[in-house]
């Protein structure tokens, strides 16, 4: 019984051991087929990266003329790496080759071979004949030049002479295919389409264009028509910040539009005008850039003008006076200009945000109110532009006055807004405006005090200033009278600026009233007058902008009305601010102005005299505006020796005139001497 039952116990045992075996095995056979289909799922998906990558490489290497990109020979590698088949890649490449810049070069060959000559004043037709029917046919060895497959340059390069070989290489360089690229570009640029770029991360070919001379140039040209553009923005900075700053510099306006920058531009532009020193053209390019680029909107203006009035605080004893100035003149300069692009309104409105003090700001408010209806600048802003000469409202007058004369002197302003150009120039105005009664000016008693305070300093008081502002007024009324001043009055008035300022102003006033004309016994006025505005020419070097701007009024207000004898001492007047060394603004006013008022005759004596007192070697800027001035006034050869000496010798020595004359000026040249 037991041995049955030990038999029975390894039979259960046995049976559930097979039970437990059998399911180990269906649990494996189970496994085994979940990891054949994974195993089959992970081929299948590597199956389909693998054909999507082939036919991604497959449309890159079926692009138009894709065996011309720098990647080509990379893309084909991962082409046969991915098992793509090499003949599959080698059939795509050359099925799709279009030769596009092989066409291009050749193009541009053909427009080089096309392109007419540069012609200037002193080319000559024959020549230029020559060049359009020898161009392009023989190389100069007897050989045809054939037709180039790109990339050719002419035969002819490295021949002839230096002149000639650079005009070439110029012709060349103009003519590549970069050039016409730059002018698509310039062309079609646009800001917006620009500017995604940097939506996401920004492309590898940026950088690459920052890098280039000719990328960074092309941005750069479209900075001043762009000035938001952010890629154009982008690369001004790259440029700065890896040393390129000339060509930052060079920008001008453009790039001042980033404060970051201003700041040392200006102190360039700056630098620049004082080592200018004599030379006037290149001091009136500093000049013209700095205006630009604090004008060009109105922080800019505020800006600058906060810089130069640090600049005016200057405590270094050797340099204060020279910097003060220069900071003076500039600020007034930025001052005019700002006023013509935003308005004299705008201007005024900002001015009390600069003053130095609550006190000069409230001056400031004052003047704005007082000057209002007047003008900015000291000067026209066009040859020719008569000033507003209304009066002033004796209220501000008298407010403005009130300011200076308060017991309370704390708040009492200092000098500095009295003596703002425009503020000192529209109360001389006021205080020698022309009257049949010399007590009928009621506001002359107040603008003498605000110009006696203005004008006074260490060396003058302001019992000084006023004696000769009373000393000039007496000059005028013995003028009206036609009697000459005495020399010691005259040296008096001479030694105060702002009294002769009052003299010049008081001839203008006179000379430009209808009403003197009829009621003052004109002809020995007028010869006082216009005697003493040429003695401020002679003795004032300052103040001969401000003789001839109130010359250019009394023509414009006389011209041919008041008879030649009038006309003939106005333009002696000017010859007068000629033999003073105010030579180009005085002709350019009377090309530019006196002809439209006065007889061509009159014209041709003011230039006879001109040239009687300026001699050879003539400068180009002279001979261009004298030819213009002669041409108008119908001047032909033989009415004068002197007219015909000097046509004769600029046409002798116009081919040293950088620029060269036009050709229109040398028409103009030819016809005078004819």
């Not at 110009?451 to 003028?479: F, G, H, M, Q, Y």
Request: hydrophobic residues 40%.
């Amino acid at each position: 019984m037991t041995r049955g039952t030990s038999r029975a116990r390894r039979a259960a045992t046995m049976s559930d051991d097979d039970e437990v075996c059998t399911r180990a095995a269906t649990a494996s056979d189970g496994e085994g087929e979940g990891a054949s289909a994974r195993s089959r799922g992970e081929i299948a998906a590597l199956d389909e990266t693998k054909t999507s990558k082939l036919m991604a490489l497959e449309a890159r290497l079926a692009e138009k003329d894709f065996i011309m990109e720098p990647s080509a020979i990379d893309d084909v590698r991962a082409y046969v790496s991915a098992g793509g088949a090499p003949s599959t890649a080698i059939e795509l490449l050359s099925e799709n080759y279009r030769g596009y810049a092989a066409m291009t070069t050749l193009a541009v060959h053909w427009l080089k071979v096309t392109a007419p000559p540069r012609r200037g004043a002193n080319t000559s037709p024959i020549k230029v004949s020559a060049a359009l029917e020898t161009r392009g046919i023989d190389d100069g060895d007897g050989e045809a030049t054939r037709t180039p497959t790109g990339g050719i340059l002419t035969s002819g390069a490295g021949k002839g002479t230096p002149r000639e070989r650079a005009a070439t290489t110029e012709t060349e360089a103009r003519f590549d295919e970069m050039y016409f690229l730059e002018a698509l570009v310039r062309e079609k640029f646009d800001a917006n389409k620009a500017d995604a770029v940097f939506q996401g991360r920004p492309p590898a070919w940026l950088d690459g264009l920052f890098k280039s001379e000719r990328g960074r140039a092309v941005l750069f040209s479209l900075a001043e028509s762009n000035p938001n553009c952010l890629l154009i923005s982008c690369a001004i900075q790259h440029a700065w910040q890896r040393g390129m700053r000339h060509e930052v510099r060079a920008l001008g306006p453009a790039a001042a539009a980033y404060f970051s920058i201003f700041h040392e531009l200006l102190a360039d532009h700056i630098k620049g005008i004082i080592e200018a020193g004599d030379d006037d053209e290149r001091r009136l390019d500093f000049e013209g850039r700095l205006k630009s680029m604090c004008c060009q909107s109105i922080g800019a203006y505020v800006f600058g003008q906060l810089m130069l009035a640090t600049l005016g605080r200057d405590t270094d004893k050797a340099t204060s006076k020279s910097s003060r100035a220069i900071a003076a003149r500039l600020s007034e300069e930025i001052e005019e200009a700002a006023a013509s692009l935003h308005g004299a309104a705008t201007v005024r409105r900002l001015a009390p945000w600069l003053a130095a003090s609550a006190a000069d700001a409230t001056a400031k408010y004052a003047t704005a109110d007082l000057l209002s209806s007047r003008p900015v600048g000291t000067s026209t802003s066009s040859v020719g532009q008569i000033r507003d000469s209304g009066a002033l409202a004796a209220g501000d007058l008298k407010k403005l006055l009130d300011l200076y004369v308060s017991s309370n002197v704390e708040k009492k302003p200092s000098v500095a807004p009295l003596r703002h150009p425009d503020v000192l120039y529209n109360l001389i105005l006021e205080a020698f405006k022309w009257t049949v009664d010399s007590g009928a000016n009621r506001l002359r008693s107040e603008c003498f005090e605000l110009i006696a305070l203005a004008a006074s300093d260490d060396e003058t008081s302001v019992d000084e200033v006023k004696a000769a502002l009373t000393e000039a007024v007496a000059i005028v009324e013995n003028a009206k009278r036609g009697e000459m001043p005495e020399q010691a009055s005259v040296d008096k008035v001479f030694a105060v600026p702002c009294a002769t300022a009052g003299i010049i102003a008081a001839a203008r006033s006179a000379l430009t009233n209808e009403m003197y004309h009829r009621v003052v016994q004109v002809g020995n006025a007028n010869s006082v007058f216009l005697h003493v505005l040429g003695e401020v020419a002679k003795k004032h070097i300052g103040l001969q902008g401000v003789v001839l701007e109130a010359l250019n009024a009394i023509i414009q207000s006389c011209g041919r009305s008041y008879g030649d004898e009038l006309a003939i001492s106005l333009l002696d007047l000017g010859c007068d601010l000629v033999a003073a060394g105010h030579v180009m603004p005085t002709i350019t006013a009377a090309a530019n102005s006196w002809l439209r008022t006065l007889d061509p005759s009159q014209i041709r004596y003011f230039a006879n005299e001109v040239l009687e007192i300026a001699g050879p070697p003539y400068s180009r800027d002279f001979a261009v505006v004298m030819i213009r001035l002669l041409d108008s006034a119908n001047s032909r050869k033989r009415m004068s020796q002197t007219v015909d000496d000097f046509v004769e010798d600029v046409r002798v020595n116009r081919r040293t005139f950088h620029p060269p004359l036009s050709l229109a000026e040398v028409g103009v040249l030819d016809s005078l001497s004819r």
